[in-house]
């Protein structure tokens, strides 16, 4: 029976009632759905899990993955949330599954993952996307960059490496301290690794960055490397250069640098308010001397000097880079503070993906859930690409432009049919997107019904 209530503001009566017909909030994945039999995603994951399941019973490991990134594209940011897409039989249908992973089945899903399996799934499905990014992305005439940072992955209760180690947001909570790089041209992240709260920056970074470099096809050339202060290390520096790789890495500011910095004379004003100079300069623990710029900002004709105060002087703020490259000091300048766009990166797989969300007792578990998440921003970097973004939109805004729109499954004679609730512009935009991933299913496309 009908349950009567009135509109807030007019107060107009109105009847709720339910409908038992399959309506979804997320027609907008039909596009991700097109996306992924373009790319031939099915296939990839089948050929790159490395395990069987030999029960029965089991559900495919494909439509797993497939229900894990569907959850994520919905908003969840657990393995719990995950469960509200099981009663979803549109977004099931639209993905061609024959069943929706449950929460719990994902979780186990990733407890099969251990350090090897994790290298061998990720590092294929990272060598398939970087050869379709540089089949689809524009080649930069000097190659690309790379850049390497870290976060802090804040946890609650007893997990696998959970310790209490870097934390600028909450100092002795338990965390992970995972490891990312990302290709600046291309937005995307190339690879990664979870570690324990208690690991420094650049713990196992060189071990890291050559892991890295061995995924990229020679299609792909590196033209530089940057990094924060915490790579700043002589293993890190040593490792780079016998690579003979440019690079551009923050400064610590210990007190022998900021005494070189004192006797720096020569500063060059390039733009009003800032000048730059450089020196030389060999680090406890450094082998050799290495170049340093420095930059000064003057906090009075700037409102938003950035840097540190040093010498107890409070009218400049002082950055520091440490670089192999050649060139003027504020082209190189110019070129780190390009490595601050990583930070978006990483912000977007938190709040956007919720990569620090899926966490389990066991750490290559997590670590498998957190891989799967920094794969699929990949993929949605290249379907943007696909359907013709030329600005970088994060997910939040996706689901907001794409895939958030209601959707009533139906059929029309023996046919399925899936009316999508768009009108005016939109329709028309999601009209199109729809004949860019599946043109082979409407040769003629004025026929095509948009409603």
């Given amino acids: 029976m009908p349950t009567k209530i009135t509109t807030l503001l007019d107060q107009k009566e ?20 097109g996306f992924a039999q373009q790319i031939g995603l099915p296939e990839v994951l089948r050929s790159s899990i490395p395990f069987a399941l030999s029960s029965p019973n089991a ?11 569907a959850g994520v594209l919905a908003g969840s940011r657990r393995f719990r949330h995950i469960d509200r897409l099981r009663q979803d039989e549109t977004v099931r249908t639209i993905l061609g599954m024959k069943r929706f992973a449950s929460g719990d089945t994902l979780a186990r899903f ?53 310790r209490k180690g870097y934390n600028p947001r909450k100092h002795g909570r338990p965390s992970h301290h995972p490891i990312f790089a990302s290709i600046a041209e291309t937005q995307t992240i190339l690879w990664a690794w979870l570690r324990s709260g208690n690991t420094g920056s650049a713990r196992g970074g060189a071990e890291f960055l050559e892991e890295a470099l061995a995924l990229l096809p020679e299609t792909v050339a590196l033209s530089a490397i940057r990094a924060d202060s915490g790579f700043a290390i002589e293993p890190f520096l040593v490792f780079v250069e016998q690579k003979e790789l440019p690079y551009a890495i923050a400064a610590k500011f210990t007190k022998g640098l900021q005494a070189k910095i004192t006797m720096i004379t020569d500063w060059k004003e390039f733009t009003p308010g800032i000048w730059a100079g450089e020196t030389l300069f060999q680090a406890q623990g450094w082998t050799k001397a290495r170049r340093v710029i420095v930059i ?29 490259k050649t060139g003027i000091a504020e082209e190189i300048w110019r070129f780190y503070r390009g490595r601050a766009d ?49 600005a970088h939109r994060t997910l939040g805004s996706l689901r907001y432009e794409l895939l958030s729109c209601g959707a009533i499954l139906g ?25 860019n991933l599946f043109p082979s299913q409407n ?6 019904e948009s409603g």
């Fill in 59 to 69: 559900t495919n490991p494909v439509e797993v993955i497939l229900a894990f990134m």
């Fill in 411 to 435: 059929k029309a004679g023996r046919r399925l049919r899936l009316r999508i609730s768009l009108q005016g512009p939109w329709r028309d935009r999601f009209l199109i997107y729809l004949l």
């Fill in 296 to 324: 000064r900002e003057h906090k009075a004709q700037l409102e938003e000097a950035k840097g540190r105060e040093l010498f107890d002087d409070p009218r400049y703020l002082y950055q520091g880079v440490v670089t192999n």
């Fill in 110 to 162: 990733c407890r099969r993952f251990h350090q090897k399996e994790i290298y061998l799934m990720f590092s294929a499905l990272a060598r398939w996307q970087l050869q379709k990014m540089s089949e689809a992305l524009p080649k930069p005439v000097n190659g690309y960059t790379l850049d390497l940072d870290s976060s802090a992955f804040e946890r609650y209760g007893k997990q696998e490496g959970a």
């Fill in 342 to 390: 990583m930070e978006n990166r990483i912000k977007e797989t938190k709040y956007d993906y919720g990569i620090n969300g899926f966490c389990l007792k066991k750490f290559y578990a997590t670590e498998a859930a957190f891989r799967l998440v920094c794969f699929l921003h990949n993929l949605m970097v290249l379907m943007q690409k696909k359907l013709g973004y030329v």
């Fill in 443 to 448: 040769p003629n496309c004025a026929a095509v």
């Fill in 14 to 33: 109105v009847l709720v009632d339910f409908t038992d017909k399959p309506v979804t909030p997320w027609g907008g994945l039909v596009l991700f759905s």
